[in-house]
């Protein structure tokens, strides 16, 4: 009897266990921002912007142009991974700035890195609608050894955004 009691309960606890361990992933912030400045301001203030934050080339992009069927014009710039940070004696402070740390026990960070994603597309009136992603990630050199990728708290996204309208709209 005993033996049938500890194995319910060593069951029941190999169950639950997981299950409060578990926590919930954040999710990643999407801005969206609708202005009035053409697509080709827009387009020329997302360079411009990744310029000023040292992050230049495009690993990927679609120039804004005509669809072939003479829909509304659109485009897509994929950064680069832009490095925040690198030593492993500051990049845990970088991370905690714009970021959940990634739970690596034991975990020693030497790279925090941010990849910005923009979507820009041509809506009614004129208008550009703008969709702004930012991904993390950073090498773990101790542990893992490794690069981890995981979402952002939203303070790259919004203050890349307020540079782009700026760029976007100076002038109008």
Known sequence: MRAALAILITTMLAVSMPLAAQEAEPEQIILTELTSASIGRVWNAIKKSMDEVGCARAQAFTEPGSTDDDGPMKGKWVSEYCMLQEGTDSVKAYIKKYSEIPRIRGGIWATCRVQYTFNIKEVEDGKVKIILRAQMSGYEEFITQTT?????????????????????????
Do not use: I, Y
């Open 148 to 172: 981890h990728f995981w979402p952002s708290n939203g303070t790259l996204e919004r203050e890349m955004m307020a540079r782009l309208l700026k760029h976007a709209t100076a002038g109008n």
